[in-house]
């Protein structure tokens, strides 16, 4: 199949802004992918999976049901009762996937039901998972990659040519991952795509969490998010959003996927092409239906389509504190009002805040105003879904963290900082 510009939009259109067979525009659904940065307690360096990483995933999840397979990665997949799939990550991080849930509190139950045992069993076996956007105490030189299958060898060579965040991201980072409906195509998918990719700096700005780096302050609320804007602009960051309908949006995307460089394969000369420009070689092989969505994977803005929207903008989020991104975006856009009201506060997509919020997080003031406008807006929405959406306790949880953190300009990063200078002051002491 010759791949044309029609047949690119067209693909995108049917498995990127068109919903899966069988999802339903009236029952939403919400998904997550929750990561965590394996270390030994001990030591604190990163967690060998040959030695210690698989054995505790093996050794606990026989005892919870889990059954194993080969991912095709270099790494097993463990799949568990309730239909979640845990992973491996390049430098080592456990990667949780958790089945699509048709109520927030549904989710956030699988969640625990995984993650709160997971943890409490690698303290028992020597090691921590860390609910962290990035190590905080290792340099990358003291993590290697771990998995070497093919796709993970490319990109790391890939990312090596522009910046030592590359290495960083694959290997020593976190995050929170949140999965949206898109809803009915032509009323809710254009405005949610929008409302994301404009909410983006907020979710950074809001769970910031990884100001510190091999043991020092980065002069960054979120050195993850950072990482990410040091990266290839080419297939990061946020999109316009500007499309009003189906096809625009899948025509606005096909742009930005045909101008990123195609990773997975090198041109005559050992350069790295845009997509587009691979199509229009006639001296190789043209590129087929499949290397475009391997191409499409390779990709990653803030928020990525995917038949579903998957919002990439938190660092990893402490368990206890799941209930705060599920109810921010699921309230402000699963409830009607409340997508309207968030479309009204954010405006237009910003590249800029984008940069801001890893950088200052809510304390630049016009990310901590939106900020808090945004989770009123949010829990007013789940609230208005009522308790078959998201619990009482659930709601109320979410409302803690707002309270705690974000009506107060504050982001878990100064918890990071706190913690830090408290562990300084105690080696001065000792000293």
Same mark, same amino acid.
């Given at each position: 199949?010759?791949?044309?510009?029609?047949?690119?939009?067209?693909?995108?259109?049917?498995?990127?802004?068109?919903?899966?067979?069988? $999802?339903?525009?009236?029952?939403?659904?919400?998904?997550?992918?929750?990561?965590?940065?394996?270390?030994?307690?001990?030591?604190?360096?990163?967690?060998?999976?040959?030695?210690?990483?698989?054995?505790?995933?093996?050794?606990?999840?026989?005892?919870?049901?889990?059954?194993?397979?080969?991912?095709?990665?270099?790494?097993?997949?463990?799949?568990?009762?309730?239909?979640?799939?845990?992973?491996?990550?390049?430098?080592?991080?456990?990667?949780?996937?958790? $089945?699509?849930?048709?109520?927030?509190?549904?989710?956030?139950?699988?969640?625990?039901?995984?993650?709160?045992?997971?943890?409490?069993?690698?303290?028992? *076996?020597?090691?921590?998972?860390? $609910?962290?956007?990035?190590?905080?105490?290792?340099?990358?030189?003291?993590?290697?990659?771990?998995?070497?299958?093919?796709?993970?060898?490319?990109?790391?060579?890939?990312?090596?040519?522009?910046?030592? $965040?590359?290495?960083?991201?694959?290997?020593?980072?976190?995050?929170?991952?949140?999965?949206?409906?898109?809803?009915?195509?032509?009323?809710?998918?254009?405005?949610?795509?929008? #409302? @994301?990719?404009?909410? *983006?700096?907020?979710? #950074?700005?809001?769970?910031?969490?990884?100001?510190?780096?091999?043991?020092?302050?980065?002069?960054?609320?979120?050195?993850?998010?950072?990482?990410?804007?040091?990266?290839?602009?080419?297939?990061?960051?946020?999109?316009?959003?500007?499309?009003?309908?189906?096809?625009?949006?899948?025509?606005?995307?096909?742009?930005?996927?045909?101008?990123?460089?195609?990773?997975?394969?090198?041109?005559?000369?050992?350069?790295? @092409?845009?997509?587009?420009?691979?199509?229009?070689?006639?001296?190789?092989?043209?590129?087929?239906?499949?290397?475009?969505?391997?191409?499409?994977?390779? @990709?990653?803005?803030?928020?990525?389509?995917?038949?579903?929207?998957?919002?990439?903008?938190?660092?990893?989020?402490?368990?206890?504190?799941? *209930?705060?991104?599920?109810?921010?975006?699921?309230?402000?856009?699963?409830?009607?009002?409340?997508?309207?009201?968030?479309?009204? @506060?954010?405006?237009?997509?910003?590249?800029?805040?984008?940069?801001?919020?890893? #950088?200052?997080?809510?304390?630049?003031?016009?990310?901590?105003?939106?900020?808090?406008?945004?989770?009123?807006?949010?829990?007013?929405?789940?609230?208005?879904?009522?308790?078959?959406?998201?619990?009482?306790?659930?709601?109320?949880?979410?409302?803690?963290?707002?309270?705690?953190?974000?009506?107060?300009?504050?982001?878990?990063?100064?918890?990071?900082?706190?913690?830090?200078?408290?562990?300084?002051?105690?080696?001065?002491?000792?000293?």
């Amino acid at each position: 199949m010759t791949l044309s510009r029609d047949v690119l939009a067209h693909d995108l259109l049917d498995t990127a802004f068109s919903p899966p067979t069988g $999802a339903s525009p009236d029952v939403p659904r919400v998904g997550a992918e929750v990561e965590l940065i394996a270390v030994d307690v001990a030591t604190r360096r990163p967690c060998a999976v040959e030695r210690s990483t698989l054995p505790l995933l093996r050794a606990h999840g026989a005892r919870w049901g889990w059954r194993e397979e080969w991912s095709g990665k270099g790494a097993p997949v463990f799949h568990t009762p309730d239909g979640g799939r845990l992973t491996l990550e390049p430098g080592g991080q456990v990667e949780l996937s958790a $089945a699509p849930a048709r109520s927030a509190s549904a989710l956030l139950a699988s969640l625990r039901a995984t993650v709160v045992p997971l943890r409490a069993a690698a303290i028992e *076996a020597g090691a921590e998972l860390l $609910a962290v956007g990035i190590d905080p105490r290792n340099p990358v030189e003291r993590a290697p990659l771990q998995l070497r299958g093919e796709r993970y060898a490319r990109m790391a060579e890939y990312f090596a040519g522009i910046d030592p $965040a590359g290495a960083r991201m694959m290997r020593q980072t976190a995050a929170f991952q949140l999965s949206l409906d898109l809803g009915d195509p032509r009323a809710d998918a254009p405005r949610r795509w929008r #409302v @994301l990719n404009a909410a *983006a700096p907020l979710v #950074v700005a809001i769970f910031a969490n990884s100001p510190r780096y091999a043991g020092a302050a980065t002069g960054c609320r979120s050195w993850r998010a950072e990482g990410w804007r040091r990266l290839d602009p080419r297939r990061t960051g946020v999109l316009p959003a500007a499309g009003g309908t189906p096809e625009a949006c899948a025509e606005e995307y096909l742009d930005f996927a045909l101008a990123a460089p195609a990773i997975m394969r090198r041109g005559d000369g050992g350069e790295y @092409l845009p997509f587009a420009a691979w199509c229009a070689r006639d001296r190789e092989p043209p590129p087929t239906l499949d290397d475009w969505r391997t191409h499409l994977t390779t @990709l990653f803005p803030e928020v990525r389509p995917r038949g579903y929207l998957e919002l990439r903008s938190a660092d990893a989020v402490a368990p206890e504190w799941y *209930a705060a991104p599920v109810a921010l975006l699921t309230g402000a856009l699963y409830h009607a009002p409340a997508l309207a009201e968030a479309e009204l @506060l954010l405006g237009d997509p910003d590249a800029e805040l984008l940069r801001r919020a890893g #950088v200052c997080a809510l304390r630049d003031p016009r990310l901590a105003r939106a900020a808090a406008d945004l989770a009123r807006i949010a829990l007013a929405g789940c609230k208005a879904l009522g308790p078959a959406w998201i619990s009482g306790a659930d709601l109320e949880s979410a409302r803690e963290f707002f309270e705690r953190y974000t009506f107060r300009g504050r982001s878990p990063a100064d918890d990071a900082d706190a913690a830090a200078e408290e562990s300084g002051a105690r080696g001065e002491a000792a000293d």
